[in-house]
């Protein structure tokens, strides 16, 4: 079956660095997506890998390691509207975004 | 118009009776789709439309129907609500490619509650 994993919660301080962990399994790969989430509101879109690697977007970094199925979302210098969910999203064989159940992330000043 | 709309933002329902959310679109994109969430789970799939006039079942499509007549417009239909459907239910594009990213946009979200 296709399954996302990430942690439920997790708990950073202001200024630090935090990262957040996806383990997936999906019927064939077109890529791992990160989208926040704030309370109340849709989810938007942070980041994509398709290739092995670490894409660098400002604050957020994504890694991706296709042969461990795994990806994780790096936040630098956390700042209080950091607070959200982050999902975690990876397309299969047929396009479609199997999504994981969202991390939780509070930000304590 | 902006991005995707979706109305009504809430709603109060008696069970057994049919209801109607409204998705629009102003960015052309060809893909369309359907979402619930509900607390402790991700976000699961209930129908898609790749393009205008066609239409496919996704992860939890009991229940529920839609139509695509055209680019713009995806409305999902309850034909008879039950309490489980009570949910808050996301509509998305994208601009579906076959090799590229596939970034999905999302509306605002109609909160549900089915009595």
């Known amino acids: 079956g296709q399954n996302i994993d990430q942690p439920t919660e997790m708990t950073a301080t202001e200024g630090a660095i935090v990262q957040i962990n996806c383990t997936y399994q999906?019927?064939?790969?077109?890529?791992l997506f990160w989208y926040q989430q704030h309370a109340g509101e849709a989810p938007t879109f942070l980041s994509y890998?398709?290739l092995d690697g670490l894409e660098e977007k400002g604050r957020f970094s994504s890694f991706l390691s296709r042969s461990k199925g795994y990806s994780y979302l790096l936040l630098k210098e956390l700042q209080m509207k950091d607070s959200a969910s982050y999902l975690c999203?990876?397309?299969?064989?047929?396009?479609?975004?199997?999504w994981g159940a969202g991390t939780k992330l509070i930000i304590k000043p | 118009i902006a991005g995707i709309t979706q109305a009504p933002t809430s709603q109060i329902l008696a069970a057994g009776r049919r209801m109607t959310l409204r998705c629009t679109q102003d960015?052309?994109?060809?893909?369309m789709y359907w979402y619930r969430q509900d607390l402790g789970l991700g976000l699961r799939l209930i129908h898609y439309?790749?393009?205008?006039?066609?239409?496919g079942k996704g992860e939890v499509p009991d229940g529920y129907s839609v139509s695509r007549a055209n680019t713009d417009d995806f409305p999902l239909t309850l034909a008879s609500a039950v309490p489980s459907q009570t949910s808050v239910y996301f509509c998305?594009?994208?601009?579906?490619?076959?090799?590229?990213?596939?970034?999905?946009?999302f509306g605002p979200g109609t909160r549900l509650t089915v009595l």
């Open positions: 998305a594009s994208s601009e579906r490619e076959v090799a590229g990213k596939g970034e999905q946009f």
């Open positions: 960015m052309r994109h060809n893909a």
């Open positions: 439309s790749n393009t205008a006039g066609t239409t």
């Open positions: 999906t019927s064939g790969f077109n890529g």
């Open positions: 890998n398709v």
């Open positions: 999203a990876a397309m299969d064989s047929n396009y479609q975004l199997i």
